[in-house]
């Protein structure tokens, strides 16, 4: 993984930079709050390693600089500090893991491979509610984890509104992108049908009907 540790205590981001370093990572190591986030204003990262308490910005307000900016990075906490104030801050801004100092090294490769796991299979499987993802590998619908028979039609479908989650998918999207083994233009009834037939399908509707124009997959809050 391609990870950013920030880290003032020296001997400390020595040791964790050498450590993942050894087992396969590639890490950038920064002790100050400021030059973190100037580096993050360039590169994306697998993975943030933070501190809290770091000179000139602490690892929080970094974190919280960057949801700001719609940067979105999994983040392992990492300090000496246990008040649940600021546990609890990290969380709500979306950290990953907490990890109380002093720590042994090895522990933290044990939080980094789950993250990873989890990132691994986040990237084939998307999530488009609460209780369904689609694995756009295999194209298999899942609702709870269990693979759901659908038509091909169908899964050509939420395939489609998978790859463009967040955003309106037309008819003529859809004509351009689900329906071009077609020799002659589909009308908007047709898929409109064959779309409230999959819906109806549905045990958790998370396809929305934009009137008029086509049809979204929101973005899932996670």
Request: charged share 30%; proline share 2%.
């Amino acid at each position: 993984m391609k990870i950013l540790l920030l880290e003032d205590d020296i001997l400390l981001n020595e040791s964790i930079t050498k450590y993942l370093t050894t087992i396969g990572h590639a890490m950038t190591s920064v002790r100050d709050g400021n030059a973190c986030l100037s580096i993050l204003e360039k590169e994306r990262f697998d993975l943030l390693v933070f501190d809290i308490n770091v000179p000139n910005m602490d690892g929080l307000s970094i974190l919280e600089t960057l949801h700001a900016q719609k940067k979105v990075m999994p983040v392992i906490f990492i300090s000496a500090l246990i008040d649940i104030e600021d546990i609890s801050r990290a969380f709500e801004l979306g950290c990953f893991d907490y990890l109380k100092k002093p720590f042994h090294l090895k522990e933290l490769n044990i939080r980094i491979d789950r993250i990873s796991k989890t990132l691994k299979k986040e990237r084939h499987h998307k999530r488009l509610s609460a209780s369904y993802s689609f694995d756009c590998d295999a194209m298999t619908l899942y609702f709870h984890e269990e693979p759901q028979v659908l038509s091909k039609r169908q899964l050509q479908i939420i395939q489609f509104l998978t790859h463009n989650r967040g955003f309106v998918c037309s008819y003529d999207m859809f004509r351009e992108d689900v329906w071009n083994d077609f020799d002659m233009d589909v009308d908007d009834a047709t898929i409109r049908t064959e779309i409230n037939r999959l819906k109806n399908h549905l045990k958790e509707d998370f396809i929305t009907n934009i009137r008029g124009i086509g049809y979204m997959v929101k973005t899932p809050s996670m």
